[in-house]
T-cell receptor
Framework: GAVVSQHPSRVICKSGTSVKIECRSL??????MFWYRQFPKQSLMLMAT?????????EQGVEKDKFLINHASLTLSTLTVTSAHPEDSSFYIC?????????????FGEGSRLTVL | AQSVAQPEDQVNVAEGNPLTVKCTYS??????LFWYVQYPNRGLQFLLK??????LVKGSYGFEAEFNKSQTSFHLKKPSALVSDSALYFC???????????FGTGTRLKVLA
């Protein structure tokens, strides 16, 4: 099956610093990737849709200057949390579509747990 | 607007018993429906999907789901639950004309030994 790798799996940082999370599709080309945020015992909240070679599309209420998304190649998308604060602590999950049209399923990374002190 | 509802926050079932995790949907047009499972501190794993065809869809780990158009439901089922099935289950529908998914709120399944 398709594999999506996410790194790091856990990161702890100080308030005010920036953190970068990488999402890679290992065995397929992903023209579209998605970034989600998940709070404890809650569903996934879509943050943004990342398209290779173009600007990400952010969902309403998501600060694009705080959550920088770059999709520079067909296998890599990055999420940078800038000037992180404790309220940014969360579980971030990326996913990718394999380009099978709207009937194709999403493939998810293992998630990254961010803790901001 | 498209949506999915998972009416149960948690389902408890004894090991060896059949399990059902409920999902209802609201879409315009033909629904593309999915089930995913999430283990603690992990990403989501695909279980199965309904696009078209047979209403009974078989997926990974012995799970199946029945698409019921009249009841707008897509319940996840398994004939005999295992303790290792204990996890968080998400139903999802694809938003029409896009690659975006809309996820339900999740149902925590607890299989008791």
């Amino acid at each position: 099956g398709a594999v999506v790798s996410q790194h790091p799996s856990r990161v702890i940082c100080k308030s005010g610093t920036s953190v970068k999370i990488e999402c890679r599709s290992l065995d397929f080309q992903a023209t579209t990737m998605f970034w989600y945020r998940q709070f404890p015992k809650q569903s996934l909240m879509l943050m943004a849709t990342s398209n290779e070679g173009s600007k990400a599309t952010y969902e309403q209420g998501v600060e694009k200057d705080k959550f920088l998304i770059n999709h520079a190649s067909l296998t890599l998308s990055t999420l940078t949390v800038t000037s992180a604060h404790p309220e940014d602590s969360s579980f971030y999950i990326c996913s990718a579509t394999r380009g099978e049209g709207f009937a194709g399923e999403l493939f998810f990374g293992e998630g990254s747990r961010l803790t901001v002190l | 607007a498209q949506s999915v509802a998972q009416p149960e926050d948690q389902v408890n079932v004894a090991e060896g018993n059949p399990l059902t995790v409920k999902c209802t949907y609201s879409v315009s047009g033909n629904p593309y429906l999915f089930w995913y499972v999430q283990y603690p501190n992990r990403g989501l794993q695909f279980l199965l999907k309904y696009i078209t065809g047979d209403n009974l869809v078989k997926g990974s780990y012995g799970f199946e789901a029945e698409f019921n158009k009249s009841q707008t439901s897509f319940h996840l089922k398994k004939p005999s639950a295992l303790v290792s099935d204990s996890a968080l289950y998400f139903c999802a529908v694809r938003e029409a004309g896009t690659y975006k998914y809309i996820f339900g709120t999740g149902t925590r399944l607890k299989v008791l030994a």
